[in-house]
């Protein structure tokens, strides 16, 4: 996969990952604000029972970073 690709593929994986935070977060009445999002992605991610691709690992750490925060 070329970089082009890549970097649009993981840009996507980012954007699915926030929309589902933000959407659970909405069910859950809660508001979507940036700590929150990472603070959930950051737990997620630290769950290592959950399997996940190698794209979504990476697009999770890069959302986290996004929002000013250390993975």
Do not use: F, W
């Amino acid at each position: 996969m070329d970089k082009i690709r890549r970097d649009e593929a993981l840009y996507q994986e980012m954007c699915r990952v926030v929309g589902k935070v933000v959407l659970e977060m909405r069910d859950l009445g809660q508001e979507p604000k940036h700590i929150v999002i990472a603070g959930v992605v950051r737990t997620a991610l630290a769950n290592q029972k959950v399997k996940r691709s190698e794209l979504t690992q990476e697009a999770m750490e890069a959302v986290i970073r996004a929002l000013g925060y250390e993975v």
